[in-house]
């Protein structure tokens, strides 16, 4: 294809050669009011140079015609998965290419695109696509969908270029679906309080009537509750440790009901202590009995109740105890009416004095058994009969003493169970022998009736003992010579360490249960850990979003500590088992975007698509064959589209292939031809 042009290069200013313009002009008219014979030929020649001054040229373009591009967006997100959609898209892509091979001058573009972050973008893609083709090179964009695409935009103009968008749409019509939707959900939550989640039951298509919505924190049944389709309702969530507490709203699936993938919502709570509130009874008078309540006091967020008995248990004076205090002790306050309201509560050094009756005994007995948490570290008294252990506390004391002391030099060592527990795996000084710390001198000789011992010191006698008493914890220190460390004596040792932990494992803490089966994830990475006190740790087994189940190998790491890597090829909630125990973790968005909407429609693309001229269709409408429109050619309309058919604009976009110029003004032929006008010019006036 050749394209001519006329071209000036003024080989003077545009002004000047204006200025020579009216100067020509102008003695034009002084030589015709004069009545010169040679005026017109005069004028010829000035009119000649002055047009070789432009240097005018005749230009012949070579051009060679661009093919229009048009690009195919196929969607391959999760949502089509559903039913036939994915083998639609197939089935009009192949379609597609057939079509395309009877048009030379169009250059397809395919592009497939799964599900991001943020849902479904089709035009994120269709615009890196075509990011290097000039905007008169578009000639349509063709997307095949189930039409819930997420990054729709709101003008025409937004597209970058002007020609058609046709959207073929997957899917059948009249599609029913129902889906659970978090109204609002927090993100962390005080332990021990309820939180409220605000849930929704949203139906596509004709309703189900009402639903069950059923709340499952940890994998446990939290709450249950019906609503009407549409209805938001509030459901409490009580919180019950510290960390994430993975909560799922599920509501059944339905008859006829496209999936139920979307019939749960996954929401993670990370449940933050308010102040521990400690209850600390100092009993008999000894050397560290601040030891105690510095270390307490050193935790903001500790909220600490303490009282000391000053008065040995074996002093007898017939003196009232409300005569020898400065305040009265609350005793019925404290184990009685607002027993519950501490977290955990702390004997140092108490024997069965006769200041707290049996029944504050059973009390604090009742505690333990309701979920609480109980810490006693003894001296001398726990191995005679004024001992607690001799008082109603010994149902939930782990260790029984024999009666007699070990008075002599000896340091701590973690025990085999000790280095398998996260309380006192890893110590500071521990992995030294002897270990790293400095001696005590004494320990109550008792043996272990539950729980496990972490500890042993003199004659490898139990020294620390953790058990577990119904809901509640209970931890037993048979030495009142911990605050030897707290001075430093040779050296000290990881007191602060090992009180932190010991209050946290007491607290429910999930990152120091003994028995823990925990998953977290990083993107599609997840990482699996078996906690246990076991002499090897178990198979983990994996139950998928979709419900298919694997089991995976652990490696030990630690004492006590096995993991093991999982790459998810799914988005959703997974579930890891093992020896009884459950852990929950997301991969990708909690509620993905991609599955808030699964019916397909094909009113989301109709504005944009009727705004450019395109159409949208469905590629299916019976639900059986897929049926493509036709491809037309079109050099521009405002319509590109019909009943059986689709238009693809017709590009006029040209590449440049060559430049052939020809100068009118400069060369041989102009300049004989100026010549010959001043030659006649000067004849006809000479013949004057």
């Keep these: 294809m050749n394209d001519l042009q006329l071209t000036f290069s003024p ?63 196929l969607d391959h997100s999760e949502s089509q998965s559903i039913g036939k959609r994915n083998q639609q898209v197939e089935d009009a892509r192949k379609g597609l290419e057939e079509a395309f091979k009877k048009f030379p001058d169009i250059e397809p573009r395919f592009v497939t695109v799964g599900t991001g972050a943020d849902g479904t973008l089709l035009f994120s893609a269709l615009a890196e696509a075509l990011k290097d083709v000039p905007p008169e090179r578009v000639g349509a964009a063709i997307m095949v969908t189930d039409g819930v695409v997420h990054d729709i935009p709101s003008q025409a103009a937004a597209l970058g270029f002007k020609a058609p968008v046709h959207a073929l749409v997957t899917g059948e019509e009249k599609e029913r679906d129902r889906r659970i939707e978090l109204v609002e959900a927090p993100r962390f ?39 009407a389709p549409g209805e938001t309702v509030d459901i409490p969530v009580h919180i019950e440790h510290g960390g994430p507490n993975v909560v799922e709203v599920d509501t059944p699936a339905v008859e006829g009901e496209l999936t139920d993938v979307d019939n749960k919502a996954v929401v993670v709570i990370e449940g933050v202590r308010d102040r521990l509130k400690v209850l600390l009874v100092s009993g008999e008078p000894h050397p560290g009995e601040r030891s105690w309540r510095n270390l307490l006091r050193a935790d903001a967020n500790v909220e600490l109740v303490h009282f000391t008995i000053l008065r040995p248990p074996e002093k007898v004076d017939g003196a009232a105890a409300s005569e020898l205090s400065l305040i009265a002790f609350p005793t019925a306050d404290l184990f009685s009416r607002k027993i519950n309201d501490f977290d955990l509560i702390i004997f140092d050094r108490y024997s069965n004095q006769t200041l707290l009756p049996s029944v504050y005994f059973d ?3 009742n505690f333990v058994e309701n979920g609480g948490a109980f810490l006693a570290a003894v001296g001398p008294d726990y191995a005679g009969l004024g001992g607690l252990y001799y008082s109603p506390l010994t149902n939930i004391l782990p260790a029984r003493p024999s009666g007699s002391l070990y008075e002599q030099a000896f340091r ?29 001198f004494r320990q109550v000789n008792a043996s272990v009736v539950k729980g496990n011992s972490l500890l042993s010191g003199a004659n490898d006698k139990p020294l620390l003992v953790l058990s577990h008493q119904g809901k509640g914890r209970v931890a037993l220190l048979l030495t009142d010579q911990i605050w030897l460390w707290a001075r430093g004596y040779e050296g000290g040792g990881p007191h602060v360490d090992l009180m932190r932990r010991l209050a946290h494992w007491l607290m429910k803490e999930p990152d120091l249960e003994e028995e823990a089966l925990r998953a977290s994830a990083h993107g599609h990475d997840i990482v699996v850990e078996r906690q246990s006190l076991g002499e090897a740790s178990p198979p983990v087994s994996v139950v998928t979003p979709s419900g298919g189940r694997q089991t995976i190998a652990m490696e030990a790491q630690e004492p006590g500590l096995a993991r093991a890597s999982y790459a998810a090829r799914e988005t959703g909630l997974y579930r890891f088992e093992s020896g009884g125990l459950s852990a929950l973790v997301n991969v990708g968005p909690e509620n993905p975007r991609e599955f808030r909407e699964i019916a397909s429609t094909t009113e989301k693309l109709r504005p944009l698509a009727e705004a450019t001229g395109g159409t949208v269709r469905r590629l299916a409408p019976s639900g059986g064959e897929v049926s493509l429109p036709r491809l037309v ?53 000479g013949r004057r």
């Design 363 to 365: 009390n604090i007995a």
């Design 11 to 73: 080989l003077l200013p545009w002004p000047t050669l204006a200025l020579l313009t009216a100067a020509a002009v102008a003695l034009l008219a002084v030589a015709l009011r004069a009545g010169q014979r040679g005026a017109w030929f005069r004028a010829a020649a000035l009119a000649l140079l002055l047009l070789a001054l432009t240097d005018p040229a005749v230009v012949r373009e070579e051009r060679e015609p661009e093919k229009s591009v048009v690009a195919m967006v």
């Design 189 to 227: 939550g005080v332990v021990g309080k309820d939180q409220i989640l605000r849930v929704r039951v949203v139906d596509s298509g004709a309703g189900y009537g009402p639903a069950l919505i059923e709340v499952k924190r940890d994998g446990e049944t939290a709450a249950a509750q019906r609503a």
């Design 412 to 440: 701590a060592r973690v025990s085999k169970d000790g280095e398998k527990h996260p309380v006192t795996r890893g110590l500071e000084g521990s992995q030294a022998t002897p270990p790293a710390w400095g001696e005590w």
């Design 633 to 685: 050619e079109l050099r521009d309309a405002n319509m590109f589209g019909g009943a059986d058919w689709i238009g693809v604009k017709k590009g006029e976009a040209s590449a440049l292939k060559g430049v052939e110029t020809s100068p009118l003004g400069l060369g041989l032929a102009p300049l004989l031809l100026l010549l010959s006008v001043i030659l006649l010019a000067w004849t006809w006036e």
